[in-house]
């Protein structure tokens, strides 16, 4: 899989378009930035704290494309003027194989871009992308995991057609308390 898949979202009235692209080393400064959040640290499975930590991070999402294991994208802003795009989340699949069903996704957005539509959208594009891009390898669903407390998680589930499945039990550390599963279905044209 080419590191070089770039997806882009119209624009709205309340947020410009969205380009999703994988992570690159310049971007390790706002991912700590967005890092530093209360409510990013509260869901997060991992924390970013400083520079050192982005850069590693970003290495592991640039190996996970190489591997073929997960695909993060950066998800930004394009912005007109002299800082054209600015980090606003992310957005991962993972878990994908061929011939294996289902695949998981996950998201986070940073603090400064909550309640624009920005996961929804980001979430969009990353869905129809891997339907497209491995629907012919047998990928039929994706499944969204997020604690039962994370309410705005599931608002995002909902405004993106994950229908709930249901309650999976907590599995600590990594996961510690009750989730709700949400399924999408890959449709059929």
Partial sequence: MSSAVVLQTAATPASPALVLRPWRMADAAALVEASGDPATRQWAS????????GARWVQAQQRDWATGERFGFAVLEARPGPVCEQLVGSV?????????PAAEVGYWTAAHARGRGVAPRALEALTNWAFDTFGADGLERL???????????????????YGFDTILPAAPPSFPRDGHLHIRRRTSD
């Fill in 46 to 53: 991992s924390v970013v704290d400083d520079e050192a930590d």
């Fill in 143 to 161: 499944e969204l995991l997020h604690q039962v407390d994370n309410l705005a998680s599931c608002r995002v589930a909902q405004k993106s057609r």
């Fill in 92 to 100: 991962v699949l993972k878990e994908v194989a061929s011939g294996k």
